[in-house]
C-alpha cells in the first residue's frame, strides 16, 4: 500500500473539502450521526469515500475507526454501516480477503 495521497486527496485535505470530510467521517465512525443531521438527504457511502478514507490512514495511522487490513474490523463496520452501503461498497472492502 503507497505511503503518499493523490494530488486530488492532499487538495481536498488541504481545502477540507466534502470528499475529505466523506472519508474522515468514515474513520471517526460517524457517518451515521452526518446522515442524522439531514433526514432528507441520507447519501450512501461510495467506492471513492473509501478509497480517500484508506488512503488517509496509511498516512495516518489511527487506533480508532475502520481498520482496513483487519477482516473482523471491516466486517464489523460493515455489520455497523449497512444500510450507508451499497452491495460495491461491501465487494470493494471484503475483496483483500476474498
Known amino acids: 500500500m ?3 495521497l493523490t494530488a486530488f486527496e492532499l487538495r481536498a485535505v488541504i481545502k477540507q473539502t ?6 474522515q467521517a ?4 460517524e457517518w451515521a450521526a452526518r446522515a442524522e443531521e ?5 447519501a450512501p457511502i ?3 469515500d473509501l478509497t480517500f478514507a ?3 490512514q496509511a498516512v495516518e495511522p489511527s487506533e480508532k475507526g475502520l481498520d482496513f487490513d483487519d477482516y473482523g474490523s471491516v ?3 460493515i455489520a ?3 444500510q450507508f452501503l451499497t452491495t460495491d461498497d461491501v465487494a470493494w472492502l471484503r475483496q483483500d480477503f476474498d
Open 2 to 4: 503507497r505511503q503518499t
Open 18 to 23: 466534502a470528499a475529505y470530510r466523506n472519508a
Open 26 to 29: 468514515i474513520l471517526d465512525g
Open 38 to 42: 439531514n433526514p432528507l438527504f441520507q
Open 46 to 48: 461510495t467506492v471513492a
Open 54 to 56: 484508506r488512503d488517509l
Open 75 to 77: 466486517q464489523k463496520w
Open 80 to 82: 455497523a454501516n449497512r
